[in-house]
């Protein structure tokens, strides 16, 4: 026991000469570039992540085709059971279902792969990234092959449009909820 006592006292007497110590500047060229790196940090390049946004899209769109064809193309035979059950609500809900499947599918894996900083940027600026996703995946369908009619086209925009911007509003609520929260996990 009392050689804790000594590496207690000896501590306390070591932080008090810290204390009483001189401060000590750091180099200048260390301050700014830690600062440089905070504030990059803090404040993502937008296009950097809309590029992450996009890359989430490539796998939440290979994710969704997967299950559901969409536009004639997927990875799996028409006919599958989430595709037979959009199907069961009509052209209009399939269509609207599919594009919300699309790109909430993106959105929740945006949600939990990128950083607390790059999905506040998202959104900040949601009603325009979102939406110029939901376009810029119809287009990569036309240029796939696939035949877009606009009236599907634009039923198939909005349910993605609908879904991503909800689904990150979901997913960055419940990410920011844990960062807040780590001892629920």
């Known amino acids: 026991?009392?050689?804790r006592v000594d590496v207690d006292e000896r501590w306390a007497e070591e932080y008090e000469v810290f204390l009483q110590s001189e401060a000590v500047p750091p180099p200048a060229h260390l301050s700014e570039a830690?600062?440089?790196r905070v504030y990059k940090d803090l404040n993502p390049s937008a296009l950097r992540v809309f590029a992450k946004l996009c890359l989430s899209t490539v796998m939440g769109g290979l994710l969704s085709l997967a299950f559901c064809p969409q536009f004639g193309l997927g990875l799996t035979q028409?006919?599958?059971a989430l595709?037979?059950?959009f199907e069961g609500l009509g052209e209009t809900g399939c269509t609207l279902a599919c594009g919300?499947?699309?790109l909430g599918t993106s959105t929740a894996i945006a949600g939990v792969i990128l950083r607390i900083e790059e999905i506040r940027l998202i959104r900040r600026r949601s009603f325009l990234q979102i939406p110029c996703m939901a376009l810029l995946v119809l287009s990569a369908f036309v240029c796939a092959g696939a035949e877009v009619l606009i009236g599907y086209a634009v039923l198939?925009?909005?349910g993605a449009v609908v879904a991503g911007i909800t689904t990150l509003e979901v997913s960055s609520a419940?990410?920011?909820y844990l960062w807040k929260h780590p001892a629920t996990l």
């Open 174 to 176: 419940v990410r920011l």
């Open 100 to 102: 919300a499947i699309f």
């Open 156 to 158: 198939w925009w909005l």
């Open 34 to 36: 830690v600062c440089r």
């Open 83 to 85: 595709m037979g059950f």
């Open 78 to 80: 028409p006919g599958s």
């Open 1 to 3: 026991m009392s050689k």
